[in-house]
C-alpha cells in the first residue's frame, strides 16, 4: 500500500474571476472543475490541473469573496513546487511572468514568483521521470508548459515531532534533512519542512494554503484511515467528495492533510471535452443549482479558443 504522491493541494482566494485569469490565462492551466465546497456550498471550490484533471496537477481554491490575506506561519503549506520540462524553460516563464506584472525571482536553479494574492510557487527543472501533467494554452509552447507538482514546502517549529508520522505511517522516504519523498508505482512528490519565521502569527486567508492532499488507490482508502487512527492521529471517516474519497487529519507539525482517491475523477458529471466550462453540482446539492447560479459571480472561462475548439 503506497501513496502517489501529491493528489491535489487547496488554497484560499478572496476572488475567483481573478483567479480564473491568473492560472488559466498566465500560467495556462485548465479549470477542470467548476464547483462548490462541499462543506460551505455557497462559495466556489475551482480545480486547474492538466487536460485531464489528473491527480499530481490539481490546484484548487475556496473562494471567499473579499477575504484578507493570509499569513503562512507554523503548520501551514507556504510554497508550491512545479515542475517544467527544462532549466531553458526557467527564462521563458521569468519574461512571461515578467510581461504579466508578475516578479519573477531566479535562484540559479529555479524560479520563485507569487500570485497576485501572495500564494507563493517556485518551478524546477524536472528530473523525476514521472509522466508530464500537462494543460493546453495557445500561449505556453508545450515545451515549457508546467508539467505537475514537484511538491510542497512547510513551515514547522519542530519537524522532528513529525517524523514517525511521515516515515513510519504514511511511508514517505527522508531525503535530505527535512525533506521527505512520496513515492508509489507512478508518481512521487517531495514534502519539506522550513524554520517557521519568527513571531509570524499564522492566519489562514486569500493567498494561503488550506491543506495538501496524497493519492492512494480508492480500494485502500479505508485501510489508509485505520492506518493513520492507530498511529494516533485523529482521522475523520472516510468523506465522499463525489470526484473522490477522502481521510482528513493534521500531521504533527500542524499541517492538514488529506488522503484522497484516484478517482472516480471529474469526468463522472460532465464531458470531458467540456471540463469547467458549467457549474457542476453533486446530486445532493443540485436542488441549490438556480440560487447558486444567480449568487455565485460569473468567471471569465472557457476562453474563446477553447470554446472554438471544441466546437470544432
Given at each position: ?16 474571476p481573478?483567479?480564473v ?92 514568483f ?29 515545451e ?6 514537484d511538491?510542497?514546502?512547510a ?8 517524523q514517525?508520522l511521515?516515515g ?92 484522497a ?14 471540463l469547467g466550462?458549467?457549474l ?31 466546437a470544432g
Amino acid at each position: 500500500m503506497q501513496l502517489e504522491g501529491i493528489h491535489h493541494i487547496s488554497a484560499i482566494t478572496g476572488d475567483a474571476p481573478g483567479n480564473v485569469e491568473f492560472y488559466t490565462g498566465v500560467l495556462g492551466m485548465r479549470l477542470v472543475k467548476r464547483t462548490v465546497n462541499q462543506d460551505e456550498p455557497n462559495v466556489y471550490h475551482l480545480f486547474y490541473g492538466d487536460e485531464s484533471g489528473s491527480p499530481g496537477m490539481d490546484l484548487t481554491f475556496f473562494e471567499y469573496p473579499g477575504a484578507a490575506p493570509g499569513v503562512a506561519g507554523a503548520g501551514m503549506v507556504h510554497r508550491i513546487v512545479w515542475r517544467v520540462p527544462a532549466a531553458e524553460s526557467l527564462e521563458f516563464w521569468r519574461e512571461r511572468l515578467t510581461a504579466a506584472g508578475v516578479e519573477a525571482r531566479p535562484t540559479g536553479d529555479s524560479l520563485l514568483f507569487s500570485d497576485r494574492e501572495g500564494l507563493e510557487h517556485e518551478l524546477v527543472p524536472d528530473s523525476s521521470g514521472d509522466e508530464p501533467l500537462s494543460a493546453s494554452s495557445p500561449e505556453i509552447p508545450p515545451e515549457h508548459a508546467l508539467q505537475g507538482f514537484d511538491g510542497v514546502r512547510a513551515y514547522s517549529n519542530d519537524p522532528p515531532r513529525s517524523q514517525a508520522l511521515l516515515g513510519d505511517v504514511l511511508g514517505f522516504t527522508r531525503r535530505a534533512g527535512e525533506s521527505w519523498e512520496v513515492r508509489g508505482e507512478r508518481r512521487g512528490s517531495v514534502y519539506a519542512y522550513d524554520p517557521a519565521p519568527p513571531e509570524m502569527h499564522r492566519r489562514q486567508g486569500a493567498g494561503s494554503v488550506h491543506h495538501v492532499a496524497f493519492a492512494a488507490q480508492m480500494q485502500d482508502i479505508e485501510s489508509w484511515r485505520e492506518r493513520i487512527a492507530a498511529s494516533g492521529a485523529r482521522p475523520t471517516p472516510v468523506v465522499e467528495r463525489f470526484y473522490f474519497k477522502s481521510v482528513y487529519f493534521l500531521e504533527p507539525s500542524g499541517v492538514l492533510f488529506e488522503i484522497a482517491t484516484i478517482g472516480p475523477g471529474f469526468a463522472i458529471d460532465e464531458d470531458a471535452g467540456h471540463l469547467g466550462e458549467r457549474l457542476s453540482l453533486p446530486a445532493p446539492f443540485e436542488p441549490l443549482r438556480e440560487q447558486l447560479e444567480q449568487t455565485l459571480r460569473p468567471l471569465p472561462y472557457p476562453p474563446a479558443w477553447r470554446t472554438a475548439a471544441s466546437a470544432g
